[in-house]
T-cell receptor, first 109, second 113 residues
């Protein structure tokens, strides 16, 4: 089955700086790569996703890149704000969605 | 439109007891799944279903049963609760398994003592 690895496990950034989270996956058949944000005590919420026929996707301050050859994809958050503090999960879909272990992002004011 | 509804939100069980976590969705989604979330381990897939009458095992199925008699409902049964099953459980649904947005329920916090 699919194995998703996510790094780093924790990330502390100064407000206004950028944050980058990286994930790798094992199954070349995976074709859908979503990112979820989870605040404390809440359910995971989709923030952006990318499909295997696209290399990059951007939505305001959030962007995701995908390298299918290397089997890795990354989340980029620019101009970070305190409300970006949360746990972020990457995932890969090879018919069932497998998640990385999560990255706890803390934005320092 | 309620989305994905899970009950109960909180539950304390004694070791050896059985219980059912309920999950219902009103979006006519074919794909439903159950995840458990433990600190530092992300979300791990327990069981999933691609349609009524069809279920399959995920990454951590032991100690859990599921059924899918209707499109709307996907209950998760703990057969004989163990402390290792203390976790937060999320039900999720999607239009299909082919790579569509998955919508999560609000979660069920289960403690086994």
């Amino acid at each position: 089955g699919e194995n998703v690895e996510q790094h780093p496990s924790t990330l502390s950034v100064q407000e206004g700086d950028s944050a980058v989270i990286k994930c790798t996956y094992s199954d070349s058949a995976s074709n859908y790569f979503p990112w979820y944000k989870q605040e404390l005590g809440k359910r995971p919420q989709l923030i952006i996703d990318i499909r295997s026929n696209v290399g990059e996707k951007k939505d305001q301050r959030i962007a995701v890149t995908l390298n299918k050859t290397a089997k890795h994809f990354s989340l980029h958050i620019t101009e970070t704000q305190p409300e970006d503090s949360a746990v972020y999960f990457c995932a890969a879909n090879d018919y069932k969605l497998s998640f990385g272990a999560g990255t706890t992002v803390t934005v320092r004011a | 439109n309620a989305g994905v509804t899970q009950t109960p939100k909180f539950q304390v069980l004694k070791t050896g007891q059985s219980m059912t976590l309920q999950c219902a969705q009103d979006m006519n989604h074919e794909y439903m799944s159950w995840y458990r979330q433990d600190p530092g381990m992300g979300l791990r897939l327990i069981h999933y279903s691609v349609g009524a009458g069809i279920t399959d095992q995920g990454e951590v199925p032991n100690g859990y049963n599921v059924s899918r008699s209707t499109t709307e409902d996907f209950p998760l049964r703990l057969l004989s609760a163990a402390p290792s099953q203390t976790s937060v459980y999320f039900c999720a649904s999607s239009p299909d398994a082919a790579g569509n947005t998955i919508y999560f329920g609000e979660g069920s916090w289960l403690t086994v003592v």
